[in-house]
């Protein structure tokens, strides 16, 4: 495809990675169309013919299409294998092991069920119990009730898809029938993440879910509730949970050790195998999995001696993801991370050039706080609404610091099982920047500016002017700016 004037010119250089993420969108999109809640399986099997018939059409009238629409049915296939379906039963004697670390809330336990059957007919996904009263389930447990189960809420339902959640149920603690305990590599994996967050906690006595939740992620609802509060009013809540913000740190502080390490191959090898560690503390969460496999995707283009390009490597991590877990592409989490990464690799080079006079690492550090606030304004008017005004100040005064929180305290966990003063000491650094990111969450981070929720076509749209404003989009400069504003008057119309 190319402009009058510009014949000589493509209007995109050819990148196959970016072309088959479009076609999983594609493929995604597909399904949500024809697998709906109450679609039946002839609905998602029509869409799949449709999909079928576009793939064959390919092959005779546009070949360029072929893969778009080849991911677009791999995509839409892993959907419709892995959607959790809710039994048409809805009463009887349920049974099931509990999958998760039980999450106790109040006066209420929550549990996750998996191998889930109602009266001894397995439920195709897991099912979500909440136990009110307290209940001694541990993970593992096998424990059977009898309780109705209802399908997820019309809000919750992406969610829920994400976690393979079919259903929910309801039960007295004392209605609980405990049976035996089953032990697995997950389990013992859970029991080592328990003992690290003791480890954090002694080394951070003074706010020990906060320094855990910074380094290892974890439930928020486990958190005081004032100290979550401030941190969400101040626009900084993101920190808490562990993600690719976090795993980059490391990653990068890693990179510079392993300079050490003359073969790139090894130097790779080594990283992988932090990569691998660090996603297993964290319990495999779907953040650190997410930035795992980016990083995954950019770092072999140093030992294949090949130029890195992170649009081509964000673009492979996004296929790689959402073929493994299609209904990632619904949670705030997801499409906050692949967002702020699509306004660093878009947008942030074309704000640093018209910062470049405030120097270079003033004007990386504002253009890439600016593009990844800008990119991520869909994503969060859907899930949030709102937008505090003070996130802007607070992220660029923490982000510079959180290095000097999360480096220095990762270190001090292996030293404190040698010595726990010399833990502590190592600790000294981080604490005092703990005790600083505290105070920003303090200070608050009122007034807020609500958001509408876009529609499918307006956050197309939106992120459409990012592109044909981005060095990707090879045209000249006017026509750039021209089609760009364009394309964001049309997203300014059809945002709702």
Same mark, same amino acid.
């Given at each position: 495809?190319?402009?009058?004037?510009?014949?000589?010119?493509?209007?995109?250089?050819?990148?196959?990675?970016?072309?088959?993420?479009?076609?999983?969108?594609?493929?995604?999109?597909?399904?949500?169309?024809?697998?709906?809640?109450?679609?039946?399986?002839?609905?998602?099997?029509?869409?799949?013919?449709?999909?079928?018939?576009?793939?064959?059409?390919?092959?005779?009238?546009?070949?360029?299409?072929? !893969?778009?629409?080849?991911?677009?049915?791999?995509?839409?296939?892993?959907?419709?294998?892995?959607?959790?379906?809710?039994?048409?039963?809805?009463?009887?004697?349920?049974?099931?092991?509990?999958?998760?670390?039980?999450?106790?809330?109040?006066?209420?336990?929550?549990?996750?069920?998996?191998?889930?059957?109602?009266?001894?007919?397995?439920?195709?996904?897991?099912?979500?119990?909440?136990?009110?009263?307290?209940?001694?389930?541990?993970?593992?447990?096998?424990?059977?009730?009898?309780?109705?189960?209802?399908?997820?809420?019309?809000?919750?339902?992406?969610?829920?898809?994400?976690?393979?959640?079919?259903?929910?149920?309801?039960?007295?603690?004392?209605? !609980?029938?405990?049976?035996?305990?089953?032990?697995?590599?997950?389990?013992?994996?859970?029991?080592?993440?328990?003992?690290?967050?003791?480890?954090?906690?002694?080394?951070?006595?003074?706010?020990?879910?906060?320094?855990?939740?910074?380094?290892?992620?974890?439930?928020?609802?486990?958190?005081?509730?004032?100290?979550?509060?401030?941190? #969400?009013?101040?626009?900084?809540?993101?920190?808490?949970?562990?993600?690719?913000?976090?795993?980059?740190?490391?990653?990068?502080?890693?990179?510079?050790?392993?300079?050490?390490?003359?073969?790139?191959?090894?130097?790779?090898?080594?990283?992988?195998?932090?990569?691998?560690?660090?996603?297993?503390?964290?319990?495999?969460?779907?953040?650190?999995?997410?930035?795992?496999?980016?990083?995954?995707?950019?770092?072999?283009?140093?030992?294949?001696?090949?130029?890195?390009?992170?649009?081509?490597?964000?673009?492979?991590?996004?296929?790689?993801?959402?073929? !493994?877990?299609?209904?990632?592409?619904?949670?705030?989490?997801?499409?906050?991370?692949?967002?702020?990464?699509?306004?660093?690799?878009?947008?942030?080079?074309? +704000?640093?050039?018209?910062?470049?006079? +405030?120097?270079?690492?003033?004007?990386?550090?504002?253009?890439?706080?600016?593009?990844?606030?800008?990119?991520?304004?869909?994503?969060?008017?859907?899930?949030?609404?709102?937008?505090?005004?003070?996130?802007?100040?607070?992220?660029?005064?923490?982000?510079? !610091?959180?290095?000097?929180?999360?480096?220095?305290?990762?270190?001090?966990?292996?030293?404190?099982?040698?010595?726990?003063?010399?833990?502590?000491?190592?600790?000294?650094?981080?604490?005092?920047?703990?005790?600083?990111?505290?105070?920003?969450?303090?200070?608050?981070?009122?007034?807020?500016? #609500?958001?509408?929720?876009?529609?499918?076509?307006?956050?197309? +749209?939106?992120?459409?002017?990012?592109?044909?404003?981005?060095?990707?989009?090879?045209?000249?400069? #006017?026509?750039?700016?021209?089609?760009?504003?364009?394309?964001?008057?049309?997203?300014?119309?059809?945002?709702?």
């Amino acid at each position: 495809m190319r402009l009058t004037g510009d014949s000589h010119r493509p209007l995109f250089h050819r990148r196959p990675a970016c072309v088959a993420a479009l076609g999983v969108l594609i493929g995604l999109m597909f399904f949500a169309l024809f697998g709906a809640p109450g679609a039946s399986a002839a609905d998602a099997g029509a869409g799949l013919i449709v999909l079928l018939l576009l793939l064959l059409a390919s092959l005779r009238l546009y070949r360029p299409a072929l !893969l778009p629409l080849l991911f677009a049915v791999l995509a839409f296939l892993s959907a419709a294998l892995q959607c959790p379906a809710a039994p048409e039963q809805t009463a009887g004697y349920l049974t099931g092991r509990v999958a998760e670390t039980p999450e106790h809330a109040s006066a209420r336990t929550v549990l996750v069920l998996k191998d889930a059957a109602l009266d001894g007919a397995p439920i195709r996904g897991r099912v979500e119990l909440i136990v009110h009263g307290s209940t001694r389930a541990e993970y593992g447990q096998h424990i059977g009730v009898h309780t109705s189960l209802w399908p997820s809420d019309a809000d919750w339902l992406a969610y829920d898809r994400s976690l393979g959640i079919a259903a929910h149920a309801a039960a007295g603690a004392s209605a !609980l029938a405990y049976g035996d305990v089953e032990r697995d590599a997950y389990g013992a994996l859970l029991e080592a993440r328990a003992a690290i967050a003791d480890r954090i906690g002694a080394l951070f006595p003074a706010h020990p879910d906060v320094a855990c939740g910074l380094l290892l992620g974890g439930r928020l609802s486990h958190m005081d509730a004032g100290v979550l509060s401030r941190f #969400r009013a101040a626009g900084i809540a993101h920190l808490l949970a562990v993600s690719g913000l976090h795993v980059g740190i490391l990653a990068a502080a890693l990179l510079v050790l392993l300079r050490l390490i003359r073969p790139l191959w090894l130097r790779f090898s080594v990283f992988s195998a932090f990569l691998l560690a660090y996603a297993a503390l964290t319990a495999f969460t779907p953040s650190v999995l997410r930035a795992s496999v980016m990083l995954l995707c950019v770092l072999p283009a140093v030992p294949l001696r090949r130029r890195t390009d992170l649009p081509s490597s964000l673009s492979l991590a996004f296929v790689l993801v959402l073929l !493994l877990r299609p209904f990632a592409l619904g949670t705030a989490g997801f499409q906050l991370s692949f967002s702020a990464i699509l306004g660093l690799a878009l947008l942030a080079p074309v +704000l640093k050039t018209r910062f470049s006079v +405030l120097g270079e690492r003033a004007a990386a550090a504002l253009s890439s706080s600016i593009a990844v606030l800008a990119a991520t304004v869909p994503p969060i008017a859907s899930f949030f609404g709102e937008l505090p005004l003070a996130s802007v100040a607070a992220n660029l005064l923490i982000l510079p !610091l959180l290095p000097l929180f999360l480096v220095p305290a990762a270190a001090a966990l292996p030293l404190s099982c040698l010595s726990l003063p010399l833990g502590r000491a190592v600790a000294a650094l981080p604490e005092a920047v703990l005790d600083v990111l505290l105070r920003v969450a303090a200070a608050g981070g009122t007034p807020h500016l #609500r958001l509408l929720p876009p529609s499918p076509l307006g956050a197309l +749209l939106f992120y459409a002017a990012i592109l044909l404003a981005s060095p990707l989009f090879l045209v000249r400069p #006017r026509t750039k700016a021209l089609l760009a504003g364009l394309c964001a008057a049309a997203c300014f119309l059809f945002w709702r």
